[in-house]
């Protein structure tokens, strides 16, 4: 997933302001970190980024919770395609 940086990179790039308390509180605290990105719990955690950040700062909140799981699912993808590459070699397959 990207860093608290890259995140932080892509946000200023977009907006002008780099949201870092924002990307802070979703990947800063590492007890934390899995619930923060719970999708299942976006209702709950965009009424608290809104009401400080505003709906600027909602969208960075969001467009974090995309960057994460699309990186994820690339990666899942990737270790994927090797998987099957090794087994179809080791099956003689090519
Ligand atoms: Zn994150």
Do not use: C
């Not at 890259?6 to 899995?34: C, F, I, Q």
């Not at 608290?48 to 919770?65: A, C, D």
């Not at 799981?69 to 998987?83: G, N, P, S």
Request: charged share 35%; hydrophobic share 30%.
């Amino acid at each position: 997933m990207p860093s608290i940086e890259k995140h932080r990179t892509v946000s200023l790039e977009r907006t002008g302001k780099d949201y870092m308390e924002v990307h802070a509180w979703l990947d800063g605290n590492p007890e934390k970190k899995a619930e923060r990105h719970d999708i299942t719990k976006i209702y709950k955690h965009e009424k608290l980024i809104w009401e400080v950040y505003g709906e600027e700062g909602l969208q960075e909140y969001m467009r974090h919770i995309h960057d994460d799981l699309k990186a994820k699912f690339e990666h899942i993808r990737q270790d994927l395609d090797k998987t099957i590459a090794d087994t179809l070699a080791y099956f003689g397959v090519k």
